[in-house]
């Protein structure tokens, strides 16, 4: 009996939905533009695909010029399903593209330009760009699977070569989450780990571990901050000075619980599966870690500033204080006791806190930046809050604290007990 050619193989895998477009571009297609087209009037496929060409032209420059990049086969026929009824037209497009996903994008950007097709008024909506290599990759995985199947005995060669299509599998398993890279567990599982970068969140997989996501960067981005507040959250870091930094970071803005690091000098992406193991089962709570950044051997053993009781009340008042001024770009000034005393734009807030006298406290929509923190040194403030802090050089009689900062301190005063117990 005949084989059947690759394309027919992969075309009844996936199903017809996409089996065109795969057997005239299999080799060179790697996504799929969807949209939609409306027009107030009656119009053919040849009149939209003259108007994408036409109200495109000279758009984009000559690199992404649609005609070039058809001829060049970079852009795939323009296919285009439009019916008519009660004197309005409507139906779909799909373009396949061999261009990368940026390029992709802009492309099917520029497609929500067209406001014209023929004699009509029309809008195109861009729906979705599809990987049409995730086709591919699933008919390798259930081919694989089969053929796998066939096999009657396994040597130790073919056992190796499933090992690496098993790896294979796992390193493709990897997403995307908020533009994160991350392992296809991190939404749905009541736990997260927070690594540094996308080889460490692969090194993880690797050993099974699916919920691991990477902030890609020193600056925490805000989809971490916002996992971290619902989750369970360890922070698995590398073994160096950059893991410092960033666990710093990560414990002023983000709700941490755990810390785990690689050991001294070495990174995530670098630990063979044992010694991930072991880094994460010798994992310590949040406060030690913090204790230990500090460089004290005890666990937050330090006698605080004021009686517990009044630091809980102060930073409750402050957090109900900053939520409410959350989107308002205005400062509210208070005085010792947290009382308001003045409420300004933010913009008048340097000029107006070195005229007033006893101001206990700011709280402020903005930057809590290294300038303000200064002036409120000068005047003696106890607290200075905002949305977020950059500042170099702390002031040693002021409070710096952010609204994830006062999020994350009410956390550890109610649940500050030694580890184990």
């Given at each position: 009996?005949?084989?059947?050619?690759?394309?027919?193989?992969?075309?009844?895998?996936?199903?017809?939905?996409?089996?065109?477009?795969m057997k005239e571009d299999i080799g060179?297609?790697?996504?799929?533009?969807?949209?939609?087209?409306?027009?107030?009037?009656?119009?053919?496929?040849?009149?939209?695909?003259?108007?994408?060409?036409?109200?495109?032209?000279?758009?984009?420059?000559?690199?992404?010029?649609?005609?070039?990049?058809?001829?060049?086969?970079?852009?795939?026929?323009?296919?285009?399903?439009?019916?008519?009824?009660?004197?309005?037209?409507?139906?779909?497009?799909?373009?396949?593209?061999?261009?990368?996903?940026?390029?992709?994008?802009?492309?099917?950007?520029?497609?929500?330009?067209?406001?014209?097709?023929?004699?009509?008024?029309?809008?195109?909506?861009?729906?979705?760009?599809?990987?049409?290599?995730?086709?591919?990759?699933?008919?390798?995985?259930?081919?694989?699977?089969?053929?796998?199947?066939?096999?009657?005995?396994?040597?130790?060669?073919?056992?190796?070569?499933?090992?690496?299509?098993?790896?294979?599998?796992?390193?493709?398993?990897?997403?995307?989450?908020?533009?994160?890279?991350?392992?296809?567990?991190?939404?749905?599982?009541?736990?997260?780990?927070?690594?540094?970068?996308?080889?460490?969140?692969?090194?993880?997989?690797?050993?099974?571990?699916?919920?691991?996501?990477?902030?890609?960067?020193?600056?925490?981005?805000?989809?971490?901050?916002?996992?971290?507040?619902?989750?369970?959250?360890?922070?698995?870091?590398?073994?160096?000075?950059?893991?410092?930094?960033?666990?710093?970071?990560?414990?002023?803005?983000?709700?941490?619980?755990?810390v785990a690091r690689a050991p001294p000098?070495?990174?995530?992406?670098?630990?063979?599966?044992k010694e991930i193991v072991k880094a994460?089962?010798?994992?310590?709570?949040?406060?030690?870690?913090?204790?230990?950044?500090?460089?004290?051997?005890?666990?937050?053993?330090?006698?605080?500033?004021?009686?517990?009781?009044?630091?809980?009340?102060?930073?409750?008042?402050?957090?109900?204080?900053?939520?409410?001024?959350?989107?308002?770009?205005?400062?509210?000034?208070?005085?010792?006791?947290?009382?308001?005393?003045?409420?300004?734009?933010?913009?008048?807030?340097?000029?107006?806190?070195?005229?007033?006298?006893?101001?206990?406290?700011?709280?402020?929509?903005?930057?809590?930046?290294?300038?303000?923190?200064?002036?409120?040194?000068?005047?003696?403030?106890?607290?200075?809050?905002?949305?977020?802090?950059?500042?170099?050089?702390?002031?040693?009689?002021?409070?710096?604290?952010?609204?994830?900062?006062?999020?994350?301190?009410?956390?550890?005063?109610?649940?500050?007990?030694?580890?184990?117990?």
């Open positions: 009996m005949e084989e059947k050619p690759l394309k027919e193989l992969i075309a009844e895998k996936i199903g017809q939905r996409e089996a065109s477009i060179t297609t790697k996504y799929l533009i969807h949209a939609k087209i409306e027009a107030n009037g009656v119009v053919e496929r040849p009149d939209v695909v003259g108007a994408i060409f036409g109200q495109t032209e000279g758009l984009l420059g000559d690199e992404l010029d649609l005609r070039e990049l058809q001829k060049t086969s970079r852009i795939g026929r323009i296919k285009v399903d439009i019916s008519s009824s009660h004197g309005k037209s409507t139906g779909t497009i799909v373009i396949p593209s061999s261009l990368d996903r940026v390029e992709t994008s802009i492309i099917a950007a520029a497609l929500e330009t067209i406001d014209r097709v023929g004699p009509c008024e029309a809008t195109i909506k861009a729906e979705r760009i599809e990987d049409v290599r995730d086709a591919k990759r699933k008919f390798i995985i259930d081919r694989a699977k089969e053929l796998l199947g066939q096999i009657e005995e396994i040597t130790p060669e073919t056992q190796e070569i499933s090992e690496q299509v098993k790896e294979f599998v796992r390193l493709e398993e990897i997403v995307t989450y908020e533009g994160l890279p991350a392992g296809p567990g991190v939404q749905e599982s009541d736990a997260i780990i927070i690594v540094e970068g996308r080889a460490d969140v692969l090194n993880l997989l690797r050993c099974g571990i699916r919920n691991a996501i990477a902030i890609e960067g020193t600056s925490v981005p805000q989809a971490v901050i916002e996992l971290s507040r619902n989750k369970t959250t360890t922070a698995f870091l590398d073994g160096d000075r950059g893991g410092d930094l960033i666990l710093k970071e990560l414990l002023q803005v983000a709700d941490i619980d755990f000098g070495e990174g995530v992406e670098e630990l063979t599966k994460l089962r010798n994992k310590i709570p949040v406060d030690q870690a913090l204790a230990e950044l500090k460089g004290r051997p005890e666990a937050l053993e330090v006698a605080p500033a004021a009686p517990e009781s009044r630091v809980e009340h102060d930073f409750s008042k402050l957090a109900s204080i900053v939520g409410r001024l959350r989107g308002t770009l205005r400062a509210c000034l208070l005085d010792e006791k947290l009382e308001k005393m003045d409420e300004v734009q933010v913009r008048d807030l340097k000029e107006r806190l070195p005229q007033m006298s006893s101001v206990g406290a700011v709280v402020f929509d903005g930057v809590v930046t290294q300038e303000l923190a200064d002036i409120a040194a000068e005047r003696g403030l106890k607290y200075l809050v905002g949305m977020r802090a950059r500042v170099d050089r702390m002031p040693a009689n002021v409070r710096i604290l952010t609204i994830d900062e006062l999020h994350r301190q009410s956390r550890v005063r109610s649940h500050n007990k030694p580890y184990g117990r």
